[in-house]
């Protein structure tokens, strides 16, 4: 079992940036970021695949948000630049045990979870 654990969020100027970290206690292949706004769905953000070469995102934050990731201390990062408010949402973490050449962009296809952290836009 891994467990996730992200870091970073919190209050941010529109405009503004702020970078993500997510903790993984051990090997994870594909890695996402997926977004939960209140009264809103979970929505993807950015997955990387295994290898990093391979990433998607959402087109809402496509050219604003970069996803990487470091194998060697089993983490990922998402670096959200020109941040607005409708980026405001608590950011999850997620990790599964595929070798997918193209990662997944549903939730339903990750198998572990971080508890999540607040990244709120101000006008």
């Known amino acids: 079992q891994v467990q996730l654990v992200e870091s970073g969020g919190g209050l941010v100027q529109s405009g503004g940036s702020l970078r993500l970290s997510c903790a993984a206690s051990?090997?994870?292949?594909?890695m996402g970021w997926f977004r939960q706004a209140p009264g809103k769905e979970r929505e993807f953000v950015a997955a990387?695949?295994?290898?990093?070469?391979?990433?998607r995102y959402a087109m809402s934050v496509k050219g604003r948000f970069t996803i990487s990731r470091d194998n060697a201390k089993n983490a990922a990062y998402l670096q959200m630049n020109s941040l607005k408010p409708e980026d405001t949402a608590v950011y999850f973490c997620?990790?599964?045990?595929?070798?997918?050449?193209?990662?997944?962009?549903?939730?339903?296809?990750?198998?572990?979870w971080g508890q999540g952290t607040q990244v709120t836009v101000s006008s």
């Open positions: 997620a990790a599964d045990n595929s070798l997918a050449g193209v990662p997944a962009i549903s939730p339903n296809d990750y198998n572990y």
């Open positions: 051990g090997r994870t292949y594909t």
């Open positions: 990387i695949n295994w290898s990093g070469g391979t990433i």
